[in-house]
């Protein structure tokens, strides 16, 4: 044991996540999502769940699996658009959704993470965002926001080791290293589980203190939404 | 009698200078990317953690992890770099941007955009609009003059939701580019056999500086 946070599996590195929970979900729209956590909690039986993510999910995949199974009570998130289920389910009534801008949405997950409990920002002022919130006057007119925390955070990394320290592959970062912060217990599923000391040090992206739990993950689809190659690959 | 998507394209790009950095926007704005000339030497941002986004990727370099924020592959040019999502955000909100390029709704001589939602009807999310028209140090709109009822959406205040206020730099249509002053849009440039009449709300344009 000592400093390793290794779990065999999803199923076990989720265990007390319960119904009514806040759970934080890595990843835009479906690139660097964490697939296995994800198909895990399609299997458990929990209901009531705020969920904090970008897109929940896009374009049918992704935590559209959980939403359609109506565990998604209220959710967090920018961006609707390329998710028709959750649209669906906004108009309808099912589930609760609170739109913040997405740099708004970024900042409270980091400030969730580094002990700051709201901040003020410009973005949002003189629009349907604001309502509601404090406004102060600075350079410019800016509005109270505040901090994002979670119960559980579910991130999926290119590489990390026992401990917890992780590298992410290019755009797949986004949202996971702040939601790893942000969250009491943060689950997260690599493609390459390596041993202590394995990264450099310059080259880790997240340090291990902010992850509980480790786990080599399987499977990855890594669905790309919108495939378009240059004109000489054509 | 009006300008293509390519040609207003080609409009917004005439104001990137060499050594800028710039955002483009979902839908109409990917046109820019798609006609930035190879020697523009220009930083391209894209709000979902990189920068130096170049082109689309050939067979060999695809990877599902190198998206924009359309969620499309792309690929990158030399010098680019990588990092999370507050940091993105830190660019735009800082005011490191030069330019951002989104597409619009409405957009009003008070310089106010809107093009997130349309109440009952569409909720796409603002994403990060919202951020992007309060942090660039210009906004550009890049849209259709008239919407798909034949209305100019170039109005004296918009109906929509905002996005922002008192936000928007300058507005390339197909017909037209047009700078907002908080009273009226002043007429930078028209299209090939434009004329003031075609613009609808006539009274809001003032002719050439």
Redesign the interface.
């Known amino acids: 044991m000592g400093l390793s946070k290794v779990c065999k599996n999803a199923e076990q590195a989720l265990t007390g996540i319960k119904s009514g929970m806040i759970l934080m979900s890595g990843g835009?729209?479906?690139?660097?999502i964490a697939e296995n956590c994800i198909d895990a909690l399609e299997q458990m039986d929990i209901k009531d769940l705020t969920v904090i993510s970008?897109n929940i999910g896009?374009s049918g995949r992704g935590l559209v699996k959980i939403l359609i199974q109506k565990k998604i009570k209220r959710a967090i998130?920018?961006?609707?658009?390329?998710n028709p289920d959750l649209?669906k389910q906004?108009f309808a009534k099912e589930v609760e959704v609170e739109?913040s801008?997405?740099?708004?949405f970024?900042?409270r997950?980091?400030a969730g993470g580094m002990g700051i409990r709201a901040f003020f920002?410009?973005?949002?002022?003189?629009?349907?965002?604001a309502e509601g919130k404090e406004v102060r006057e600075f350079d410019k007119p800016c509005i109270m926001e505040t901090a994002l925390t979670a119960d559980f955070a579910i991130i999926k990394a290119?590489k990390g080791d026992h401990y917890g320290n992780l590298w992410?592959?290019?755009?797949?970062?986004?949202?996971?290293?702040?939601m790893a912060m942000a969250a009491k217990t943060t689950v997260v599923e690599v493609e390459e589980l390596l041993p202590i000391g394995s990264l450099p040090p310059e080259d880790i992206?997240l340090p291990g203190i902010f992850v509980q739990k480790i786990f080599q993950g399987a499977n990855y689809k890594?669905?790309?939404?919108?495939?378009?190659?240059?004109?000489?690959?054509k | 009698m009006s300008w293509t998507k390519e040609q207003m394209a080609l409009e917004v790009i005439s104001y990137f200078k060499d050594g800028q950095s710039i955002n483009l926007g979902i839908g109409m704005p990917t046109v820019v990317a798609e006609l930035l000339p190879p020697t523009l030497e220009v930083m391209v941002h894209s709000e979902n953690g990189v920068l130096g986004v170049s082109g689309r990727p050939s067979q060999e370099t695809l990877s599902p992890t190198l998206i924009n924020a359309g969620k499309e592959t792309i690929s990158i040019r030399p010098g680019a770099s990588f990092f999370d999502s507050a940091l993105s955000f830190g660019m735009i909100r800082g005011g490191h941007i030069d330019h951002s390029v989104l597409g619009g709704m409405e957009v009003d001589c008070q310089r106010n955009l809107a093009n997130w939602m349309i109440p009952g009807q569409k909720i796409t999310g603002m994403g990060g609009a919202m951020d992007l028209v309060n942090g660039s140090k210009n906004v550009i709109i890049m849209m259709t003059h008239q919407n798909k009822k034949g209305e100019s959406k170039l109005v004296g205040q918009c109906v929509l939701p905002l996005t922002g206020a008192n936000v928007v730099d300058l507005v390339v249509t197909d017909l037209g580019i047009f700078r907002p002053n908080g009273k009226r849009f002043i007429i930078e440039k028209l299209a090939p056999g434009v004329e003031m009449k075609n613009l609808g709300n006539e009274a809001l344009f003032s002719g050439t500086k």
């Open positions: 835009f729209g479906l690139c660097g970008n896009n998130c920018s961006y609707v658009g390329g649209e906004i739109l801008p997405q740099g708004t970024a900042e997950i980091r920002t410009p973005t949002g002022h003189g629009t349907l965002v290119q992410f592959k290019e755009t797949a970062r986004n949202f996971s290293p702040l992206h890594n669905d790309i939404e919108f495939l378009i190659l240059s004109k000489e690959a």
